[in-house]
């Protein structure tokens, strides 16, 4: 099959979150798969032009607002897929991928693009798949298009949601000037507003999201956000599929970023990564000690009210905590003190650092991820593959992919609790702390976590499989 990914950011060209992960990984794996697989995205000021191999389009004319705004693609095979850039300063050139009044209007024009660009690289996709609401826009003109245009007869569109709560709305009286008309208008509209993520569930030929939980999950008003009626109309074409991890990139025994390698059959140095995460913090090499590590955007979502409350009593074990992200002030505030307070048991790195990020996943013994709501997660599995042991709350992909260990049974590679509190939170962390301190039980729990196949090579399979079905739609 033809397979054309849509994607607002992917790694390793451009990223915010897990949405970059998946979009650089998965055309890679249907490639591997035997897929005529390639990838669209944004060319933005902020990648790095060494990953552009050449320009292959100077001239692609764009119908756009009533008239044609000519852009050009640059091509790519940074990702082990085939990957088109369009370069189009007036809406990419810019020191952030989102954030922007008119980033509404960014990605209709990206997705306009997109469906120039097919035709000018040959036979139309059998499959669009389109990602979270900046591709909403496409699947709803790929839906306007078939009624003339005969490129698109046969193409089908896959929406997959990667997190429900960025919905792209937008003011609806710019609809018009964004070329979609009263066949699709209709689609968009959402309480007296415009939403793309919207019109990407209504027009779609399939749905998708991240893991088999937050399939379920989303069609609740309470992770809903206002648009589970739609999820449970359409719950016959709606398929949880728990993403991949590229090992070729997260993998201890060939990591670049390590100061050592390990793996299964040998984790020795596993150990001398610990004692560089506590030189590159300032921390006492206490090799003994555990360090419970965290790495995040820093939100409400992904737990951090729990930590915020439960700091203290973190700090109470002993146990080193370290902690990489930014985002809202009062939790950039929060790490900022709680480093003050205990600068020889805490590390915090404000930002994100990608290499360092590899650093703690293989230095840390304990990775703390107590979402409010995950629809997938990757860190709980970068941690299992890193012999990290994660501490999660039982929501969506975190759910999916952390198995509580059972003592009895020596069967499990993690810890997770259910209630979003922080009383649950830390049963868990006492609980994980209690099997640190019993060697031999914490490494069967480390090698269970290291022996799961997460990778996106059966990932990959299950998208293909989907894609066929909805290639027959």
Not at 46 to 70: A, C, F, P, T
């Amino acid at each position: 099959m033809r397979v054309a990914i849509l994607s607002s950011e992917a790694v390793p060209f451009a990223k915010t979150g897990g949405l970059a992960d998946v979009a650089g990984a998965l055309p890679k794996a249907l490639s591997e798969n035997g897929e005529d697989a390639m990838l669209l995205l944004p060319l933005f000021e902020q990648i790095d032009r060494k990953y552009l191999r050449e320009e292959i389009i100077d001239n692609l004319d764009v119908d756009w607002r009533g008239r044609s705004y000519r852009a050009r693609v640059f091509y790519s095979d940074a990702t082990g897929a085939p990957s088109f850039l369009i370069d189009a300063p007036e809406y990419f050139a810019r020191n952030s991928i989102y954030g922007f009044r008119d980033d509404h209007e960014r990605f209709a024009f990206f997705c306009r693009a997109a469906l120039a660009l097919f035709k000018r690289l040959g036979a139309p996709p059998d499959i669009v798949h389109l990602n979270d609401w900046p591709g909403g826009f496409a699947a709803a003109e790929i839906r306007s298009r078939r009624n003339f245009d005969s490129y698109y007869a046969r193409t089908r569109t896959l929406f997959s949601i990667h997190n429900l709560a960025y919905q792209g709305a937008f003011n609806a009286s710019d609809l018009w000037i964004l070329g979609f008309g009263d066949d699709v208008r209709d689609a968009f509209m959402m309480d007296g507003t415009a939403s793309a993520l919207k019109a990407g569930l209504m027009t779609s030929d399939a749905l998708s999201t991240v893991s088999r939980r937050y399939a379920f999950e989303i069609q609740t008003p309470e992770f809903g956000h206002g648009l589970e009626w739609i999820l449970r109309a359409r719950r016959d074409r709606l398929v949880g599929i728990t993403n991949g991890v590229d090992y070729d990139v997260w993998n201890p025994a060939t990591d670049p970023h390590l100061p050592a390698h390990y793996d299964i059959n040998n984790m020795d140095g596993k150990r001398e990564c610990k004692r560089a995460l506590l030189r590159e913090f300032w921390l006492p090499e206490d090799l003994d000690r555990p360090i419970i590590a965290n790495i995040s955007r820093l939100t409400a979502q992904k737990g951090y009210d729990l930590i915020k409350e439960a700091g203290g009593a973190i700090l109470e074990t002993g146990a080193f905590f370290v902690a990489l992200g930014s985002g809202a002030s009062e939790y950039e505030d929060f790490l900022q003190a709680m480093r003050d307070h205990a600068p020889r048991q805490v590390g915090i790195y404000k930002g994100f650092n990608e290499p360092l990020a590899h650093r703690i996943e293989a230095g840390a013994d304990i990775f703390l991820m107590p979402s409010l709501f995950e629809p997938c997660g990757l860190n709980q599995m970068y941690s299992t593959r890193y012999g990290t042991v994660p501490v999660v709350r039982a929501t969506g992909g975190l759910d999916d992919t952390v198995q509580d260990f059972d003592r009895v049974s020596q069967t499990g590679n993690g810890f997770k609790f259910e209630h979003y509190t922080a009383l649950a939170m830390l049963d868990k962390i006492y609980e994980a702390l209690y099997c640190y301190a019993e060697p031999d039980l914490w490494r069967t729990i480390q090698l269970n976590g290291m022996r799961v196949d997460n990778s996106w090579r059966a990932a990959a399979q299950k998208y293909i499989e989907l894609y066929r079905r909805v290639a027959q739609m």
